[in-house]
């Protein structure tokens, strides 16, 4: 193998990746990233295995020797995101079992210890497959409404996941609208997205109407930061069966297994009427939290005072012996004063996930359900349960 | 006690006193900073002290009504930090033993315990005290080429300081140089700065001969940090007894406890004599050190291998199994050919600090001491012991 690539692009898609490989690699080949290049096409790919999730590129390069190696991902990306912006060659002669990879540039070169491309697991593919091609703002506005919200937890299972699925509304098959879901059991976030938009080809939903899977949230991260560069008109190659799912823009695919499990009914969670309503500017609470929170660093706890008379929310925060914060902003409240608490934490996530200038904060009594929502715009809904507060 | 100061005042003369607050404090009232607000001059000063170290600013505020007390300065320092840049009014109500102190903002109020201010122990004063001003030039040059060479192991106790002193070299009584050396017994940096620059007022060292000190490094970082915002012709008030020494710049003032005890005699390590020299391009030389550090993270060893035909250094990196390293770059050789070994931590903090573009190397045998030095500009010496090359 011998090939002939720029800095950035090896760095670029190294680095890409290297977020597949996992911190404990067993057998010891998931360090390394398969290295393979093909004389034909002139390209280049690397993949990356954790056991569940999979990362694939290519890209071009000289390919003067097609071949395949694999090499240690951390090394190999250390050396290559030190060396400046030039044309760098990978060689491995061709020998019977030679995996010393050569790495080198006008001033110097590299020699790394690989190992043999064969011991590298297959990505899992997708049989019998369905296939949907979702438009990158979909993917965009569903993971970056939700995603905050799925347990890290590993004991949790199914919560560690986004729970994806299409709904439909008319009498046709075809899926209206595609649902993404997470929740720690604390909180739960929910971002419904319409399918009916003009520019979502109409065969390429119209075969899922009944579609639901759980996906980790630890995948989805990385389609986040795959999807993160692309243009708004690109599009996302979705095709899945029983227990994997691929996600493929351009060169770049993502594979994940499935989280097996039934996903909780959270739809029944979701209170449908309020005795209470406001509205506030989204950025001011969350500024007035940050400042609160400096005072609930013990209990993470935050109280909201909602006053109809006065049109201001007071939130506050109490650390026995150590002081107090009170900060009150401008609110639009309709129903009965009411003094309520959240965990601050939980509140924080949620506002910067929300995407609007003001948000709609929807609730009944102190101890039940609250949901916040953006005002206009994208349906995302996200539930907080209040904790009780200590007097 | 009432004050109205800007948020940034506060924040910034905040920061940079937070930096003495110890991370354990005993006395517990160590914690906190001493905040006095004077009426008649309208300033308000802020104290933190860590029992070996001290700093103090002072800065103009609103002041409605002087007074003092102390309080914690992470939550403080937490609050100002998050605020928004406006007018924050400090205040602490008139009554006996009332420590509360209320930080309010237009959006709302923070209430924080204190301690009272008479618990906070008085900073250390020069007594009988020797006087000197030096430009700020002098000290950036002097602390940036040796800092980084003092040990950061508290039982190295004098090796843990930056030893100063004055040398004579004419015949007057006056001081013509001012050294700054710092070594953890594995290299040495020293920095000769010319006391008899044009901008130096003569009556202000002229007292001066014979004196010598060793100053925790920690005090002279904050001491770095003080002077990073001032102004190339200000100078610093410099005063000291036998046991503290006392930085002044303006409003600022940093003290610190003297390390006692004999600095080693470390003028007699470096060698007058020398075998080899090589001249090379010091950033490329940090540049081509920092690739071949990837693979020589086990045993921190580094290869150099001087070629007089060639004029080429090459330095390489063998971690054993893993790969190997080599880059080549130009270099003026003279003397023969050589192979030495460095802890390659070592070079590259030296490499950071010398100032120049290009740097001399100074050499006799693999097993003897190497010379850094700068090419022109700061008389500045870095010595380094090699490292057993093993083969």
């Not at 399918?195 to 065969?203: F, G, P, V």
């Not at 996903?263 to 939290?289: C, H, T």
């Not at 006065?310 to 650390?319: I, K």
């Not at 401008?330 to 939980?346: C, H, L, R, T, V």
């Amino acid at each position: 193998m011998k090939i002939v690539s720029s800095q950035s692009d090896l760095k670029n898609n190294l680095s890409l990746v290297s977020r597949a490989v996992p911190s404990r690699a067993e057998p010891a080949v998931l360090a390394n990233v398969l290295i393979e290049a093909t004389e034909t096409s002139q390209k280049v790919s690397m993949t990356a295995f954790d056991g569940s999730m999979g990362i694939k590129t290519s890209f071009n390069a000289e390919v003067i020797e097609g071949g395949s190696i694999t090499l240690p991902a951390k090394l190999f990306n250390d050396i290559v995101a030190r060396l400046p912006e030039m044309e760098i060659t990978l060689s491995v002669a061709e020998e019977e079992n030679n995996f010393i990879a050569t790495i080198s540039s006008t001033s110097g070169e590299f020699r790394l210890a690989g190992i043999d491309a064969e011991e590298f697991p297959e990505l899992p593919q997708v049989k019998g497959e369905q296939v949907m091609e979702l438009p990158i703002a979909i993917v965009n506005e569903g993971l970056g409404g939700c995603l905050f919200a799925a347990s890290t937890e590993l004991s949790k299972q199914v919560l560690t996941g986004v729970h994806l699925k299409t709904k439909v509304l008319g009498e046709s098959d075809r899926a209206d609208i595609l649902e993404f879901a997470a929740t720690d059991s604390h909180r739960l976030a929910v971002v419904a997205t319409d399918l009916n938009q003009e520019d979502i080809e109409s065969e390429s939903v119209v075969s899922l109407p009944d579609f639901a899977v759980t996906i980790p949230a630890k995948a989805l991260r990385e389609l986040e930061r795959i999807v993160a560069d692309a243009g708004e008109s690109d599009r996302i190659k979705v095709s899945f069966d029983e227990v994997v799912m691929v996600f493929e823009l351009g060169d770049r695919l993502l594979t994940s297994a499935k989280i097996p499990g039934d996903y909780p009914a959270y739809g029944q969670l979701i209170p449908q009427n309020f005795a209470r309503e406001m509205i506030v500017d989204r950025k001011r609470l969350l500024s007035s939290l940050e400042l609160v929170a400096v005072l609930a660093q013990k209990n993470n706890l935050v109280k909201f005072s909602l006053s109809n008379d006065l049109g201001e929310l007071t939130v506050s925060a109490d650390a026995q012996d150590v002081g107090n914060a009170k900060q009150s902003l401008p609110a639009e409240i309709m129903g009965e004063d009411i003094e309520i608490a959240f965990n601050i934490k939980y509140l924080m996530d949620g506002l910067k996930a929300l995407p609007t200038a003001e948000i709609k904060m929807q609730l009944n009594e102190w101890n039940q359900p609250v949901i916040f929502s953006p005002l206009g715009g994208l349906d995302m809904t996200y539930l907080v349960m209040p904790v009780q507060i200590r007097n």
